[in-house]
């Protein structure tokens, strides 16, 4: 075993929370072996924004600083958003910044990438094997069998595979279960700042993210790697039906052009010139975990990212709330009294402080999402949007998660079983 504290650790995913999680306990001699299903690391998506308690997770975990280098960034220059009418002249619905000045970091999800991979031993890192099944074999074991027809054993399950988790099949019962079509659909590309300049676009987009509302529809742009690049996401989504079953087939496609032209085309001038710029959409058919998971763990199977709480990216904290997950979970495993003969009641404190935060995340993001498609509906004009959108990210980025971990691992230090448990071991 090759474990300091005496128990094995297997990362199913090896996307941006498998990786953070990887580093976070190789950080403290913890050896995990991360499975991922894909021939190579490096993601489809292009850019995601991360809030503040994000840029906190990272830094808890010691990876701000190499994220920061790849990002081109010397520290976090993100502002927060600045909400204008999708059609018409763009006139500024609201302007978060002023009445909250915050700041975030745009990533490229490949550049995440290529900072943490350097961090972790080759050796630690399988690719193509693709988890089918979690079985356990009795005294905390589990055996995970993929693709390939290989298997492989360990004592402690961390499921980061996306929204589309099997590993979430072992805390709900079903993979299948709890998880629906939101009836909402982004295209995603990355636009050259300078292209825009030259088609006369005249809103500001490389300084600060901006939400252009209209009824039924959104687009996000913020700038990336600097101001070079803009980071375009265009929403649609409809909101005559309720969530529903899960789109057959892949949820991600490209699309031909044509497609948005059309979706966007009663948007503004500038608007259109953005949606002119995405070259090759991507069309992601948007999923969430749906109804919630009272629970993130099951055994010695814990839930972490999207397989716990995948969820409408309109607060875009889905990730931070990952990064969230795995600070949370890298403190408890790597605390000096954890051991095999406690992991149990470590679980537990995870499963106390987490799911209720991301799963108010995860509703507040749905929640949001239909206002920024309600703007321009009858009743829904600038003043009830302003009202709507004041204070929405304070409850995420104002969160001191140092300070509940700290505490709770104090009240752990002090529950006797705990104690007893780690002294039994020794
Ligand atoms: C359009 C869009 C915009 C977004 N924008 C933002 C944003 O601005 N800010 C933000 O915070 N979040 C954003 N998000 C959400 C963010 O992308 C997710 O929260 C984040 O990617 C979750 O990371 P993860 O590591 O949990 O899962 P994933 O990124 O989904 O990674 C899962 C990994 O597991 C692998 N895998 C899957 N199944 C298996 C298996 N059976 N065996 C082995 N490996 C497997 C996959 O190949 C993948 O590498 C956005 C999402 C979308 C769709």
Redesign the pocket.
Known sequence: MDSTKGFRVAI???????LACAIGLAKHGIRADV????PEFG?V?A????GLN?IRALDGLGILEPVMQKTDSKKPTLRSFIFVSGPGQHEIVYDYAKHSAQFGLGIYRPAFLDALLPLLEPDCLHLN????LVTPLGSGKYRLDFEDGTAHETDLVIG???????VRGCVVGNAQSNLVFTNVV?Y?GIVSHKALLKAGIKTTVDQMPLCWMAADKHIITFPMQGTEKINV?LFASDSSKPMGPQVQGSWVETVPKSEVDHLYSDMGDDARIIVDHVESPSK?Y?HSVNPTLSSYVSGRVVL????AH?MQ?HL?????Q?FEDVYVLCRLLTHPTTQPSNLDLVLKVYDELRPRRANLVLEESARVGRIYDSFGKPGCGVDWAQQQLAGIWEFIWHHDLKQEVDEALKKLDDDPMFRDASRSHL
């Open positions: 199913v995913g090896g996307g941006m929370c498998g499975f991922e299903a894909a993601q998506g850019g995601v924004g991360i994000a094997k693709k988890c089918l980061t595979d996306g929204v589309k988790s099997i982004a995603r996401v992601w948007i972490v990212g999207d397989s995948g990216p875009g904290a889905g990730v931070g990952g």
